[in-house]
Structures are given as structure tokens and as C-alpha cells.
């Protein structure tokens, strides 16, 4: 009996995400893909500095000039006297040079919102649907799916090859495809999808455990049974430091604070992240459990509050995500999502050294044997929920401790819950089963099964198809575009 | 180990619907509920009268009067020189006469459908939806199966009472949530879902067998493997004596036959009975397998069709079955689909003794030891199709023989397909559990899941379910509508 | 939307075998793999001389001279006056051409059993497995399934190659494994199966509804639900001419026709062919579901009846096959289950033309448009049977039809004897798996599960399987054997 | 929408064992059924003492003698000046008494088992059954199952009753069948099967790692994936504070640690405890994982080992727990296994305070909000083994947290393994099915897919269970031992 064989037989049936031993937390090597980013980077610079962690972090970009700056600031931070962590910074436009021999890979990239996202967003409303952020499922999210997966499988072929016992958490929209695209891609790979909307959602809870129940108590008192895909997650059990916090959510759900209507005025002046939590009181109503997502997020897959425009969607304290953010966003000036590194190297700003509200050094910690971490993760379903199918990528609980992250196993769902659900999962799949050769009518099978679709008449669902197609088409190069008798005229039959 | 325990076991894991003996031709009993029927009896008295077989029927009607008129009209046509059949009629308006000791047991019931039908076609299109039959499905055809399921769960316990070996055979709409409520409360019930779309669908391919290919073909000559549920059924094999279709199919799909558009105008005088095909070849030009239930019925179930009103239905060839037409043929006098007895009774009109096209009588004839015959028919599913959950209804083929009633195994489907069929099965399923003990909330979820109403504002979906129930309330009673908090005003919370 | 993507996917969700038009009659080629066989050749050429049919019969064979004795001898009886079918034979040693635009493939193949089947029979007796046949799992079976598997890998690659339209019958044993990795090899392949020992159950239930009950029928009267695996299925119904037979069977083996009790000396004289039922018997009385596969075959996979010995065997009515049997029967002088071309040829034997009992004839009329014709099958597990797994090779009903042969949905088991196939299904998955790259470790794995080698100590597991390997070396050779830790001795750790 | 509805709809879906709020440390109350156990109460005493909390204990005995005694004890261990909780201890007769209002139930009862387990060993033995150890599967253990379901139905219907909510600890064997019963009668009980095997495999990792690797471990430093069923888990993955141990488990299965053979002579001093891990180096070597559960235990499920008698045995380093040392153990002046309260008492032997090395007070003290704790359990499977059926008795690891117990995802199996398992499965199921209504015959078919039994001819597998179920009458009185045709004569037919 070989060795090899046993190492793949028990590797093809464990849950776990993840080989390979410890991190050594004194001397570990970052791969940053996506280096240039003016709000991820910035952050994990200022994170890792006040971390007790050293080592080396590579920031890749094809923009590389993007990632200097990073990297500038990154050394500019560590020259500081707060700064705890031993870092080196570097920048690099090869990503084989990046990836080599990586202990941890960071995947965070986006193309220019301006020539994509817009186009996600305004295109489909064209048609009349009004999706709130497009930025994950609907018409507009699917289509970033399919400009996002072949480039993640090209990842994914390079982590392989370069670094394949590395931990690597990918960070990157629509998190569900492009997390399944890697393993579809590497099936071995220790690959993790992250996301913060079921951060928040416990900051939420807990600030409510405080407002009423009096328990003085913030996320990590929290303890939530989380479950379903990202951003359209679900929980049946929430805990403060382990009082049952269902009776609570119950009482809320029924009363004043689950019962709130806006109109559009109330949210001129609302940032879209607003989030009143009237869409996840609504549908804990009707289903009997709890979204904890997001607002925002939720109605594109529960799409039944995208129905009326605005108006109808404002009425639930949910604000549409127009394409103009979107653009405003991408140029740092303007925004105040992203970070603006020159005005702090150049002194124009103050710089004060914070750490993020992510987990990113929480689980690299616990991974390095420190205290072991619970914590939401996205990863192919291995029984962690027990009603969807096997393999694809699922949202739940993991505890990462030394050398491991292992989900916890969450049970099942409701059928109408699952159903819900189901139907997404199925467009996710069949678009990663279309993305395996290019094959654009079997991916246009998995956009028509998205309830944002089916309101459309069929033709004009295919020409929407079309249209997102030949807006998009240069981000589309490993599809088969010209042999899609999708995207043939009407008349070409 | 007891033989009683055995017979159980055994039934447990049969797939078959149906235990007994073969039936004796010569004696048997038919207990027809529903037996005021206009349009179901005395189709059935003339097969009878042109088969071989004899007996008694019993129709039972609350309305004993049509029942009279029906057992009057029955009994007339065996006076006839052309009667074959050796048969006696009588009417009943009680159900254990009817049934006792029964070894057929047809069930073909309506309400009123000027108090309930045009509720279910004329509410839903208040709010928009254009639905084209709303018989089966979608909100009006969810209520029509909330309506029915208490009522088919009577006769279920009533045959366990007194015929529980006979062969059931019903022909009530929505047939798979009927047939579903009758395994539910007796699952040791030999019971069929009986639906003749197939049937046309067969009839069609033997006229496109003729047209294309010169083979004089009619529908006996036509094997398709068909598999979904009720009226939203797939083929992915046909076959005319032995010749495979598909490459005819599909060379129709791609040219003029399945690339015609309508305008209104052009259904003004049309039944709304036509059927262009026009919807299903587009969906086979998306999914690769071909629908065959009839296109009005198709569109209920992939519902992009039914959006954009009238016009864009119309231009797929499908006319919406209006409320009127569905009143109006409550009266025989005004309906050719109907008939009327008393006209021919009395010698106003005359009558003709012919063969329906049905194929009751041959799978009558098959039990009773006749010629084998395959047909499709609605069952739980015990792997028949094999990607459907197991115990839901659906529709395959079978090959009915002296004593047996077995499905085809039919294989499953591909995902896209699935999907869509999933989405309903879990409505169904949904709806059913929720009648156990009438739980209105619970049969709203399953409401929720359609994808007609899914292209409604969540706050509309629920006030159309309660306008729905207001205006079918007395037809509702063992729903138990006043603890249901999706019933009640908003501002209750 | 491509027509050849269309037809793999509804190629991969459907149920039936086989695809192509229906045969032409008149005109059609046989290739015939095996076609120096004595016992089946003889029998089909006498089938096709019966029959209406004409064309081309190919007999491949290593050994030419072999399948030319049987050419020659096809051709004699073609001369005959009471030939109705008009046929023509060739010998051939060149697989290619045999298989060259075949529209049937018959594969029937036998290894020297003086250098295999005694090993099979031999070398676990001499480990105190007393196992009945040793022909379909077992120790001995087992390693006939990896003999056999390689080669039948090749038959397959070679259809798909020159006729993979062709229907495939399969006669060889052991027919799950041998069935199966044909499918593995070339999953688009029209293969079936095929064994006769339920229908010799069937002429066995018609013998009893005779004696018992009066019925005077044959084997075509008898209608049972039977599925499981080759060699181990079982009926949950029984129906003569529509008439339950369970009563009697359930009254059968609670009487003296279910419990009898033989002893060594009563079987003596009888041939290894001597069915009494009364492991049969026993197992209904046990399980509730009646085995209808022979008991010589039933005590390989229940194995409890095998513990004991020759003792033990035979109070159940089984006799051994010995060794010498079939080694004996190797040698046509001395068999009477081949047959004696030469002496036929010669004029020493007088010839009487003869159908033989197959029901090969049978399917091949059905297909060609003839009537539909019912009987069992092996085929891949698309859902007619619910609770096995899926693409496992299982025996069920089908319908033979024009251009068709579709499984009827046969429902699962209770629990009990669901596992006792199940662990049978694992050890043949298990070797199937195994031999897609020759890994003899796995292959022992699968060994290992099977019940008669259980009852072996680990470390004689071990060496039984080392000398079967060893004694079969030289029809091993597409297994790894020199790469096996399983084969190296004890003490090479 | 009613809160009791989505109680238990949050319910049925969640993978957690147990509700109800976090423990509060200071004022518990513990019911322990099987009050007078000598084992395991001094341990609970001596644990409790040492512990911060405090509360009541009741002990529950129908012989309320040895529970008196048992209190007694408590109460003098409380006044010591060492005693750091704060405990109070009675006896009690009445069930009712001890679980009303109790926060945590302790299950751990025995029969005599001069009267129950003696039987169980020597009646197999004298059928050539072998078994090591006979307590919790193969025929011994199912009959102990058999004795001790209905027992512990009516302990589940009590909690039901009596403290719905509290969180329920079971120690009884057979663990597996024990746990299912509980949750078969009340699926809502917050039960969890308890068992030191695996805690005993992590010691000896630590160990290993220090002696091979020189790492200063103890079990806390050692983290496996385990799974399985209790006493036949398996763990596919092992580290030592982040190291992967893997490396070094398949060096020593290759090597002379793994390869050591022993002579009966070696053992003849042995304790029956004694575990060389022969067994489980050798199963690694055959399926790739090892087993985690005390070779005495696995050899019971891995039958192999059992062939060939007390020789063969031995020869892997396992040595027979015989009937005369479970008789002897019964009192406790000849056992080292059970606690001389008396002596302590009386002062006759020095007592010491020390803590055991059982998990159950680190599992208190994370449910009342201490240290998260990660340790094995036995719960229905709600996918924490994705390849085991839905609600068997599984074990993997859990988190244990302020007021949750929560599985972690362990991933499935290779075929193989899994096969080995699902047929103790089924024969656990089965049995639990029967024991619904008492059917004996259906018992017996679970007994006949034992591997174990499967050593035997039919009839003798029969004889051996009406042996045993004679033997053991008086302790299956929920049994309907009358009506069981398996029980009958063989001539009764």
C-alpha cells in the first residue's frame, strides 16, 4: 500500500479545508493577489503590523505600480514604533514570483467597475430589474461570475503549481462561484472563502442582546448557527454567552422594531450599506428563521422585495447600489470606502495605526496554534449542511485551531428554506459546469433558472443575456461566444 | 413470522400502484364519484357500452340529480342494439353505497366554477399575473389543490373503509397534488393519476411522423419516454415503430415549424385549446429535452412565458383560458365541451354511440388479462425518475398487465430541467404537509415558492393569498384560516 | 444550441440501454465474440435457423479453429429444408473485423478452466471455503471478475470503436462485474446483461401454480417484480395470469414443500444443476421476499448456508460444483452442457433441429418491431431499483420494444436484505474501481468485504488471495501485481 | 405564525444535541440513574468535589442500598477540607423524583451480569464465536441491546416528562444503540453518548509523538478527525499541536511497531485492557485509515480477527475479556475496576481525592460558559458524516460551548470502510425498529447481518439466538418472545 494513495484516499474524504502543518508564526510568507487594492491591503498592512507575526509579504498586481504604493506604505508602516509585527513588503508583477513557495495566498481583485459593474447594474434595470447590488446572483452578479471564473481557474492552476500547501483565503465577488471555480479547478486546494456580511450580523445581535436584554456584550459573546450560501445565509439558534437569544428574536420580529416601513425619502441621505433588517424580520415571519446577510444582499435571492422599484424596495429600508457608486468608488478621492495610502505618505493625512474589524489575523493566529477561533467560512459542502448538495460552497461555522479549519456541522433546512436556496445553488452550478469549456447556451441555462430572470418574458431574457454579453465581451475571453446559439440573432434559425 | 407482516414489507418497497387480483371482466363494479359528471360519464357509458366488459356502475353525486340523469342516460344506451357491454347504472348520493366492496373506483369531482375557477383566474390577474389556465399551479391552481385536498382525503379514508383493494383511478385536477393527498392519507391506496396531455403530445408526433418522414403513424405507434409531474412533462426519446424521431425533432425545432410567432390578433377566434407548440419547441431550443403536456399548461410551470400580458403570451401561440369561457362551459347548453344528455334523451338531438379517446378501457382491459398496454400515469415516485425525491407524484409511462400497474424507469434529468421541476415539487410537497393539519402559514411558503408569485412584491404575494382565501373561504373549512397570521391584517404585529 | 451536445445529455439522464433505430430483419450482422463456444453457438445458430430473420453471423475467436467448426456448422443447418431463416456464417480471428458495423454484439467467452475455474473452486476449499459455484463472487468469483475485466474493457473500447451503435448482449459471468465494466469503459454502450436463472424461476412458479393451483401455464403466464444483483435477486410479487400467487408461496414454505432437510447421500447421484428451493424457501421465511436465482448461486451471496461443508450444503438441497465438473465439461466428449458439433457434422449424432430456451430470439423480434416482450436484465442502476446505488450493474424487468429496452421500476427492499446486497455491490464497485489502473491493494480491499472471505483470519485473507494471484499469474496481466504490498510477503515491512 | 411552530420547525433542522440556556455553575442539579454504580459515581463525587461548582445530586437505584451508600459517600468527600464544590447527595428509588426539574441526567446502569453477560460471551463461544469482548455488538451485544432498549425507552419517556430540557449524558453500552433508543422514543431529548475510547487513542498519540518526535504532548495537544461509530471510529487525520502526525503514524504501521506479533503466552499475565494496536496498524495498512476505539473493541466489527480462536487472536496482541472476569468485576473486594466505597468509609483504605480522567466536568464547565472544549460524542448523524445515513448514532468530535454541544464535519469514508460500517449500521437499525413493537423476527434479521453470526450455517445462527433469548428471558420482557416464529421449533411449520 503507497503512501501517495492513502494521502489522496483520506485527503478526497475529509471535511477539512485545509493540509499542511502549522504556521510558523515568526517567519511566514503572504501572497497578496490583488495587490494593488486601496482598501483590503491597506488594512491587512495595518493589521499585520500590530500582529506579534513577521515575514514577508508579496503583493501582486498586472497593475504593479498600484502595488508599489502598497508596498510603500506597507514598509512605511513598519519603520513606526507602534508597529508590533516584523514585515517586508514587496511588489511584483509576476504572479509565479508571488506565489512561490507562499505559506498563505490573499485573493482580492476587481476589474475597473466602470467598463463591468456598471454595466451589471444598469443593464438589467433596463429591463426593469431593479437588483440591489448585482454584485453576486441576479443577471448582473452572474455575469461577474463569468468574468471572474476563468481568471480563478488560472489561480488556482498557479497555486498548484507554485505554493500548493498554502492557505489561501479568497476574498473576491461573487465569493460562492469563485471559491467553487478554485476547487473545481484544484479540488485539493486549501482554499477559504471569506466574507464579513455574518460579522456584522452578530455585531447586530449583540448590540440587540444589549438594548434589551441588558447583557453587556459584543461579536465574540455571540455564538450563531449559520448556515447557507454567501450572502444568502440563514440561522436557527443564536446565543449570547449562552443565553438563548431566540425568545428575543421573536418578540422583535413581531413587535415595533421588526415591523418598520420607509419611504424613499428616508433614505435620500442613506449610505446603501444602510440595513434596517426589515427584509430578514420579514422573512423570519414567513420561514420561521433568520437571514443574517445583509438586507442589501438577501433580496437578491429573496426576490420578492425586488419587485416594485424603488419605492417598493425603499419601503423595506433597503437603498439600490447605483452604478454611479459603484464609480465614484473606484477613484479614492472620491470614496470614502477606500483608502487614500499617498494623502497618509505624503503627511497630507493623519495616520493613526487601527486595526480592521476582520478576522484574517484571528484565524492566522489560531492556525499558528494560538487561541482556537470560530468563525463563518465558505467552503464545498462535505455534510457541514446536511440538504444541499455535496461539493458546493456553503456558508457555516468552522473552528480553526492548529494546522485546521473544520466547519461545524450546521443540520438542515425547512423545505421552502432549502428551496429557496436550491435554485441558486443550481445556477451556480451549472454556470461552473458551463465554465469548464466556454459553453455559453449551458451557462445561459443556469442565468434563466434566476427568479430575477424569470420575470423577464423569455426572449427578453435571452436579449438581456445578449446584451450584458457584447457590453462585457472583452472580460469574456474563455467563453465560446461565437458558438452560442444564444447569442445568435433571433432571425438565425 | 406472520404473513401480515410480509404483505406490509412487501408493499412497503413494491413500486407497483396496485395490489389484487386480475379484474373478472364479465362482473365488475364501478363506483364513480363525481357521477353528475357532464363531460367524464357519458364518455364513459359509451366505452362501456362498445367494450366486452360487464357490471354495475354506481354514480354517486351529492347532486344526486345529475347523477340520476347520467344513470338514466347509462341505462338508456344499454338499450340500444349497438350496446356491446352488459351494464347497469344507478345513482347515489352516498358515498359507502358507492363504494362498498367497489373494485373500480373512478374520481372526477368539480366545484362550482363561478365560485371558485374565476376566483382563480380573475384575482391573480388583479395583481398582474397573467396566468394562462391556472388550473394546476400558480396561485390560483395552489388554491384550487387547497380547495380539493380535505375533500380527496375523505374519499381516501372512505375507500380504506370500504374498497381499499380497488383500483383508483383519478382524473381530478390538480392532478398531482390529488393524487399526492390520496397516497398521504392511504398509502396503501391503488391509485392513479389518469391525464391525457400526453396523449395529444403523442397524437402530434404521429401527424409530424406522417408529415416529415411518409409513415402512416397514429398515436399507438408513438413511444416517448416521458417523465416530470403532471402537465409539466418532458420527452428526451421518441421513437415512431421503432424509428427514432429526434433528429426530425429537432430539425423542426430549428426551422419554420418551431419559429412561428402570433399576434393576438391571430388567436381572436381561436380555442383556448389551441396548442402551436411554440413554447415548447423554444424550450427545447434552451433545455434540450422537449416538453409535452400542451403549451397551455407548459407556460403555468416555466413561467417566463406568462410575463408581459396578453400580447406576449399570444405570441407564442397560447391563448389564456379566460373566466368567462370557464363559467360559461358550466352550462351545457352554452358548451361544446360538455354534453347534453337531457337533448339526446329526449330525442332533440341525436346520438351517435362512440368511442371516447380515452384509454380507460384499455387499461381496464390490460388488468383484466387483455393485450399489455404502456401509458403514462401519475404516481408516487419510488425511482422512476430517478433525480426527484422519492414519494412525490409524478408522471411516466407504465405497462399496465393482468393485475399490474408498474412505471417505466424513465432516468432523471438534466439539472437545469431538474430545477424547474424541483421548484414545484417542493410547492407541492409544501402544500401537502401543510394540509395535515391545515396550517395555513405553512401552505403560504409553498405559495411563496411559485414563480408566478414570485414576480409579485412580498406584501402583495400575501395580500393576494388573503384575497384568494376571503373569496374561497367556504370552500376552505378545514384549513384552519383563523389562527393564521398570514391571514391576518398587517397591522397586527 | 448544438444537436451533439443535446444528444449526450439526454443520453446521460435516461433509463433505456440502447439507442438506434430499430433492426432491420431481414438484414442484419452478428458479431459474435466467443464464437468458438459449444454450448451457446450451437443453440443460437438452431435459433436463427428458426426464426425469420437473415444476415450475417461472425464468429470471432482467438481460437479460429473453434469458430470455424461452428461457421461450417451454421452454415450445414442453413441447408437444411427446415432452416426458415436465411443466414450466413464466417470464422474469424480479427476482432475488428468481426465487430466492423455489427448491428448486434454477442459476447460469450471462457478462459481454459482447467487453469482458472479449478483454482477458483480449489484453492479457497483448501481454506475451508465450501463455496457452491464460485463462479460470480466469492474468492473464486471475485478473481474471475479480474481476469475478466480487463479484457472486456477491450471488447468495449473496440465497439466503440467500430459499432458503438450495436446492441451488446453479454452472457459472460460474472455478469454484474463483467456488465459493468463495459459501461465503466464506454458508458454510451447498448449493453445488457443477460442470465437465464430467473427464468427458470418463472417456469418453476408456473410448475407450482400448476400443481397447486390448478392453473395449467408456462413461464410466459408468470409475471414477478424481481430485482437485486446477478445470481441474487428477488421477487415481492408473483402473479400467474393476473392471479396472486403470495398466498401459495407464503403457505409453500411453511409446509413440507419449504422444509424439506436433505442429507450427503440423497444428492449423490444428482447433478450440480439440482434445485430444491429450500435455501429459497428458507430466506422467504427469514426476510419475506423470495430469491428467485437458483440456490447454488443465492448461498454465494447468503452466505450462512455455506458454513459447514458438504454436510451443511446439502441439508439445503445444494450440491457442490466441483473442480472435476467442470473441468469435465470443458471436454465436449464427456459434457452433456456443450454440444457435439463434430458428431453432428459427421452424421455420427442424428440432428433434430431445435430452439433452444433463450430468450434472445425474443428481444430481438421486440426490437425489430415484433411484440413487446418482458424479461429480466442487467443494467446500469438509473433508479429502477430505488435503494441501490446509481450505475451500479442491477437485475431487473425491462420492456423490449421497437428500437427500445427500458427497466421497469422495480421500488427497493426492506432494510435487512438491501444490506446484504449492498455489501456485494461495495466489494464489486470496489474491484471495479480498482481495475481502472490495475491496483491489486484495492482490489483486495474489495476481497476483503465479501462475507465467505470474513470468515477468514486477516493474515489467510491475505494469503488466499496471494495464491489465487499467484496460481492465475498469467491472466492477470493488466493488474500491478509487482507494485501490491498486499502480495509481498509478511514480512517485507 | 406561531413561535411553537418554529420551535420545532428550528428544531427538527438543527445539528445540535440540546437546547435550553448555559448551565448555571453554582446551583445544578444532577440526577444519576444507575445511582449505585461503583465506577462511575465515586469518580462523579471525587470530579464534582474538585470542581467550582455546586448543586444537588440525586442518585436514582431501584436498589436504592448501594445508591444510599453511594450518597453516604458523597456527603463524607463534601465535609473533607480539600472539597472545592459545593455538593449535596440523596438516594432515591423513584425515577420520577430524581429527573424532576433536573438540569443534567447521567445515565450509567448494568444488569447482574453473572445473569446477563456471562450468557452473552460463553453461549456464542460455545457456537465457535469467539468475540473479544461481546458488550456492544455481535451477538452478545446485540442481545445486550435487546435487553436494555426498552429500559432506556422508558428513561427517555420519563425525561421527557419530568425535564424535557435537560442535557442528558449516557454511558451505558452498547453506546450507539443505547443513544438511538433514547432519541427514537424522544427526538427532542438532549441526549449525547459518552465513551473514553477515543480520549485513550489521543493519549497514546501524545505519547508517540513525544517518543518518536520528541514533542511534550499530552491529549489536550493531540487533535484527530475522528469518525465512526462508537468502538469502530476511525480518523483519517491526526496533528500534535499543528504538526501532522500522519507522517509518522504510516512510518510506525510499516515498521516494528506496527508489525509485532504475540504468543497466548505473552498475554497469559495481560489484563483484557491490554491494547497492542496490532489490529489497528494492520487495518491502516489494509484501508488507509486507522482506528480509533481499543483493538479489543474494533475487532468485534472487524471480524477477521476474531477467526481461528483464542491463538489467532492473540497473535495481534488482543486477549479475550472471558465471562469469569465480567463476574468477578461484579464485586468489587476481587475487582481493580470498581471503587470500595465501604473501605473508604470505614477507613480501612487511605482515600485520596483525585480527579479521573473522564471529560464530563470540561464539558460542564464549557456549557456553563467556560473554556470551549472539543471532545468525542455520540449523536444522531445530521451530516456530520456525510456518507452515513440520516439519524443513526454516530461519532465525531463536537465543540462544546456556553449552552451548545455542536458536531464538527468530519467528512465520509473510502468505499471500503464505509461498507464495513453500514452493516453494523443496519443491524443497529434494525434492531431499533423492531424493538418499536417488540418483533422479535425482525430483531433476528438484524442479528443475521452481523458478521459474526454470519460464521454460522442458518440454522445454527437461529439456535444460538433462541439460545441466548432463553438464557435471558426475564430481561426482555418488551420483547413478544411468544409470537416470534424465529423462536419456534423448527418443526413447527
Chains 1, 2, 3, 4 share one sequence.
Not at 466602470?114 to 426593469?128: C, K, R
Not at 415595533?256 to 435620500?268: F, Q
Not at 444602510?274 to 435571492?301: I, K, N
Not at 456558508?395 to 429557496?420: C, D, K, Q, W
Amino acid at each position: 500500500m503507497n503512501m501517495d494513495r492513502n494521502r489522496s484516499t483520506r485527503r478526497s474524504v475529509s471535511s477539512r479545508a485545509t493540509a499542511g502543518n502549522r504556521l510558523e508564526t515568526d517567519e511566514f510568507t503572504v501572497a497578496y493577489v490583488g495587490g494593488g487594492s486601496r482598501q483590503w491591503v491597506p488594512n491587512l498592512v495595518q493589521d499585520l503590523a500590530l500582529s506579534t507575526f513577521g515575514g514577508e509579504v508579496r503583493l501582486y498586481d498586472p497593475d504593479v505600480e498600484s502595488a508599489e504604493r502598497n508596498a510603500a506604505f506597507g514598509n512605511w508602516v513598519q519603520e513606526r514604533d507602534d508597529a508590533v509585527g516584523d514585515w517586508e513588503y514587496a511588489a511584483t508583477d509576476d504572479l509565479a514570483d508571488a506565489l512561490d513557495g507562499a505559506d498563505v495566498v490573499l485573493l482580492s481583485t476587481q476589474y475597473d467597475p466602470t467598463e463591468t459593474f456598471v454595466h451589471d447594474l444598469d443593464i438589467p434595470a433596463s429591463y426593469g430589474i431593479y437588483g440591489a447590488v448585482a454584485a453576486t446572483i441576479g443577471p448582473g452578479g452572474i455575469f461577474r461570475a463569468m468574468r471572474t471564473i476563468p481568471v480563478y481557474r488560472r489561480f488556482a492552476a498557479a497555486i498548484r503549481e507554485h505554493c500548493p500547501d498554502a492557505w489561501v483565503f479568497n476574498f473576491t465577488n461573487p465569493v460562492h462561484f469563485v471559491t467553487r471555480a478554485l476547487y473545481d479547478e484544484f479540488p485539493e486546494i486549501n482554499a477559504v472563502g471569506m466574507c464579513h456580511e455574518v460579522l456584522h450580523g452578530r455585531d447586530r445581535l449583540a448590540s440587540l442582546a444589549g438594548e434589551h436584554l441588558d447583557i453587556d456584550a459584543d461579536r465574540s459573546d455571540i455564538s450563531v448557527n449559520v448556515k447557507g450560501i454567501n450572502h444568502f445565509t440563514w440561522i436557527d439558534e443564536a446565543y449570547c454567552d449562552g443565553v438563548d437569544l431566540w425568545p428575543l428574536l421573536d418578540e422583535l420580529a413581531r413587535g415595533e422594531e421588526g415591523n418598520r416601513a420607509y419611504e424613499p425619502a428616508d433614505l435620500d441621505d442613506a449610505s446603501p450599506f444602510t440595513d434596517s433588517w426589515q427584509v430578514s424580520w420579514e422573512l423570519y415571519r414567513r420561514f420561521g428563521l433568520l437571514p443574517l446577510a445583509g438586507d442589501r444582499h438577501v433580496v437578491e435571492y429573496a426576490t420578492w422585495f425586488l419587485q416594485g422599484g424603488r419605492e417598493a424596495l425603499n419601503r423595506w429600508g433597503v437603498k439600490r447600489t447605483g452604478s454611479d457608486f459603484r464609480a465614484k468608488h473606484w477613484t479614492p478621492a472620491e470614496s470614502d470606502q477606500t483608502t487614500d495610502v499617498e494623502a497618509w505618505l505624503s503627511g497630507e493625512r493623519e495616520f493613526d495605526l487601527t486595526a480592521s474589524d476582520e478576522v484574517l489575523l484571528d484565524i492566522l493566529d489560531a492556525l499558528a496554534g494560538g487561541e482556537p477561533f470560530v468563525t463563518n467560512v465558505n467552503l464545498p459542502n462535505r455534510g457541514q449542511i446536511e440538504d444541499l448538495e455535496s461539493g458546493t460552497v456553503v456558508e457555516t461555522n468552522a473552528l480553526v485551531s492548529a494546522g485546521e479549519i473544520r466547519p461545524l456541522s450546521a443540520g438542515g433546512f425547512p423545505r421552502p428554506v432549502r428551496s429557496l436556496l436550491s435554485t441558486h445553488v443550481d445556477t451556480i452550478e451549472t454556470v461552473i459546469e458551463a465554465s469548464r469549456d466556454g459553453d455559453v447556451d449551458r451557462a445561459f441555462q443556469g442565468f434563466l433558472l434566476d427568479p430575477q430572470v424569470r420575470t423577464l418574458q423569455t426572449e427578453e431574457a435571452r436579449e438581456l443575456f445578449a446584451e450584458l454579453a457584447a457590453a462585457e465581451e472583452r472580460f469574456l475571453d474563455d467563453w465560446r461566444l461565437d458558438d452560442a446559439a444564444t447569442l445568435a440573432a433571433a432571425d438565425a434559425y
